[in-house]
């Protein structure tokens, strides 16, 4: 008898399963699909020896001191800030925009003063602001919406951007000074032997038991457990009562070249041309030394592993649909970005299965407490 059965091994399963097996003492029983745990973040060693993510680069980054000091029991770090340049029109300009890209963009040599009097005089004035387009234009005006953020999201999406929830474009800020890291978050690194070192080291805890290759609606009739925690997506969960939730999926094209450095940064988007999105050089984001590197291309596509949510408001609509359905079940978790239906960055999904640790302690404490009846009858005793 498991105390919890866990379905998927990624950050979410295996945040929670750590928690309630070195805290609560709790027997688990983790589940993945898939031939290793990690999830979306697994990477390895190729067969040239490069460590590499298999899903597409990871990069971990957040301001929660909760989450960074949680993660760091299972690993040492290795200080990292990301940067990315866009192909556009010939040059490689920093994104998000900042004041370098104005500058090298226009050929001009303004201040953060003036570039913000620059932009304010191309911006469109939106209001309200209700898609990706809207929000890009009312910041900096169509030309550099056009160049920067119109070719990429369509790619990205299959939808052009006045067709999506502002919430896509708004993920990425507009700058007016130099800073040309992609992220100015508190804590930015990475864990120094790799992310399935990390995951192996958290689920190693004796009370855990982990299965791989396991579909979990092969098995749920079979184990006993007395509590569920689904990582999974929601509406499989369900049968697709209300049909399948949208999602974009990614195809990732490796290659390995004879050559110590491609790129000169970790990242490189190509919002324009070329069927594929970015670039990306493991070697920048792991500090690896060697004399190749490998590089991954990246392909959206409407099919395949489900990794983006489709943020629209009739996807929003059907998945309060299933949230309904989950609600009601008791003694069933619904945990991280596919069992809720949102794009979460890696802390955040993180900083919501500790949430979820304390929810299930503190309904376990309740379900000790004595009732008011049994606490009458205690007295007369």
Do not use: C
């Amino acid at each position: 008898m498991y105390d919890f059965l866990i379905v998927g091994a990624g950050f979410a399963g295996s945040v929670l399963a750590e928690r309630l097996a070195s805290v609560g003492n709790k027997k688990i029983l983790i589940i993945d699909k898939r031939n290793h745990i990690g999830g979306n973040a697994y990477d390895y060693y190729n067969e040239d020896g490069i460590l590499i993510h298999k899903y597409g680069p990871h990069i971990f980054h957040t301001n929660s001191a909760d989450v960074f000091n949680y993660l760091s029991k299972f690993t040492p770090w290795r200080n990292y800030q990301h940067k990315v340049l866009a192909s556009v029109d010939g040059q490689l300009l920093p994104i998000p925009i900042n004041l370098n890209t104005v500058n090298k963009y226009y050929g001009l040599n303004l201040n953060g003063l003036e570039v913000e009097e620059f932009l304010a005089s191309r911006a469109e004035k939106v209001y309200p602001v209700k898609t990706s387009e809207d929000v890009v234009v009312s910041k900096v005006g169509r030309e550099l919406y056009e160049k920067f953020f119109r070719g990429y999201t369509r790619k990205q999406w299959d939808l052009d951007p006045s067709e999506l929830d502002a919430s896509v474009t708004a993920r990425v800020p507009t700058r007016t000074n130099k800073d040309d890291r992609y992220f100015t978050d508190t804590f930015q690194a990475m864990p120094l032997h790799g992310y399935t070192k990390m995951f192996e080291k958290m689920l190693s805890h004796p009370n855990i038991k982990i299965m791989i290759n396991t579909d979990y609606q092969e098995v749920m009739n079979e184990v006993n457990y007395k509590k569920l925690i689904f990582t999974g997506p929601v509406d499989e969960y369900f049968n697709f009562k209300y049909g399948k939730l949208p999602y974009r999926s990614l195809r990732f094209k490796f290659e390995t070249i004879e050559s110590s450095n491609f790129q000169e940064t970790g990242t490189i988007n190509y919002p324009n041309d070329y069927a594929f999105t970015r670039i990306t050089e493991f070697k920048h984001l792991t500090g690896q030394k060697h004399d190749k590197t490998t590089l991954v291309y990246e392909f959206p596509e409407a099919t395949g592993d489900p990794y983006y949510p489709v943020p629209r408001t009739e996807n929003d609509l059907l998945y309060k649909k299933y949230a309904a359905l989950a609600n009601q079940l008791t003694n069933t978790y619904f945990v991280g970005r596919l069992a809720t239906y949102r794009y979460y960055n890696m802390d955040q999904v993180v900083a919501q299965a500790l949430t979820t640790f304390k929810k299930i302690t503190q309904a376990d404490l309740s379900a000790k407490l004595p009732t008011d009846d049994e606490r009458i009858l205690e007295k007369r005793s």
